[in-house]
């Protein structure tokens, strides 16, 4: 009797291993998600999405702008090399603030920085109110 009980141990053992073999094989085959033609022509996951392809991708949370310059997502009021404008660029020591460049060591508007505004009497210079006065 303990013989009988073995041998159907074993039989279901090895049973289950051939079962477990093949699907590990089948696997392998087929691919895990099956797509359509309709959608593998438009969509390939190997390829960047970019937003002169796909523009709602800078409209997309943690994207640094909703524009699209230059395959680029940025924001064409703050972006230094777009501002305003696609291509657009600040020259050195200036800033883009609100979409226009604006020299940042001498405008009392934007001294040091956007929307920074020094006081009636003081004037911009280094990028500091009132410096050396």
């Known amino acids: 009797?303990?013989?009988?009980?073995?041998?159907?141990?074993?039989?279901i053992l090895l049973a289950t291993s051939h079962a477990l073999v093949l699907d590990a094989e089948?696997?392998?085959t087929e691919p895990e998600i099956a797509q359509n033609r309709f959608l593998a022509q438009y969509y390939n996951p190997r390829s960047a999405l970019?937003?002169?392809k796909f523009p709602r991708v800078c409209h997309a949370?943690?994207?640094?702008g909703h524009d699209c310059c230059h395959k680029r997502c940025v924001n064409v009021k703050t972006d230094n090399l777009n501002c305003g404008e696609c291509?657009?660029?600040c020259k050195f020591g200036w800033m883009c603030c609100s979409g226009k460049c604006v020299s940042?060591?001498?405008?009392?508007?934007?001294?040091?920085?956007c929307k920074r505004k020094c006081k009636k009497q003081s004037?911009?210079?280094?990028?500091?109110?009132?410096y050396a006065s």
């Open 61 to 64: 949370k943690g994207s640094p």
């Open 104 to 113: 940042v060591m001498y405008d009392r508007s934007n001294c040091g920085g």
């Open 50 to 52: 970019t937003c002169n």
């Open 26 to 28: 089948k696997a392998k």
């Open 123 to 130: 004037v911009c210079r280094y990028g500091m109110c009132s």
């Open 87 to 89: 291509g657009k660029k």
């Open 1 to 11: 009797m303990l013989k009988q009980i073995i041998s159907f141990v074993l039989a």
